[in-house]
């Protein structure tokens, strides 16, 4: 599994489109920034909790952690991440990334499969990278509970 130390790799996503392609360790150069995983857009705990939190929480976690910017990644395709994104107010505050073949947390070691929601996808996890190296990294004990990965228990904790 990922761990602290780690760099991230050089890998795409999408951000809205198939057409506009992220490299992830391009984007955390020379940044600190937060990113997040989740099982997939629309699922009810993800929709209820765990984006919520850190659309509410985003100005406070850049502000205290001097975090340039916060990234949610699913096993999803780009135009769904945009959708749930927008429904949910992301804009401005988190970067909604589709890692639509589950490429990025297969590498990550961050995957599972999850046969009644298509297969692989994501592990609920939120880590702090710095410059590309994960500085801290928080992982659901099973995956799919709603703990530590969770906006609130960044703040709570000022983990930095």
Same mark, same amino acid.
């Given at each position: 599994m990922a761990k602290v130390g780690d760099r991230l790799p050089s890998m795409v996503l999408f951000e809205d489109s198939p057409e506009n392609e992220i490299n992830i360790r391009e984007l955390a150069a020379n940044k600190k920034i937060i990113i997040f995983g989740v099982h997939g857009a629309f699922t009810p705990d993800c929709s209820k909790i765990h984006l919520p939190g850190f659309v509410v929480s985003a100005n406070f976690l850049k502000s205290i952690l001097?975090?340039?910017e916060i990234i949610c990644i699913s096993v999803n395709d780009p135009f769904v991440m945009s959708v749930w994104g927008e429904e949910h107010g992301a804009g401005g505050k988190i970067r909604m990334l589709a890692d639509p073949s589950g490429d990025f947390v297969k590498v990550m070691d961050l995957a599972m499969d #999850?046969?009644? #929601? !298509? !297969?692989? *996808?994501?592990? *609920?996890f939120s880590m702090i990278v710095g410059d590309t190296k994960v500085l801290k990294l928080n992982v659901e004990p099973g995956g799919a509970e709603l703990g530590c990965s969770l906006a609130q228990n960044i703040v709570k904790n000022r983990i930095n």
């Open positions: 001097n975090i340039h #999850l046969p009644t #929601l !298509g !297969g692989v *996808r994501s592990k *609920r």
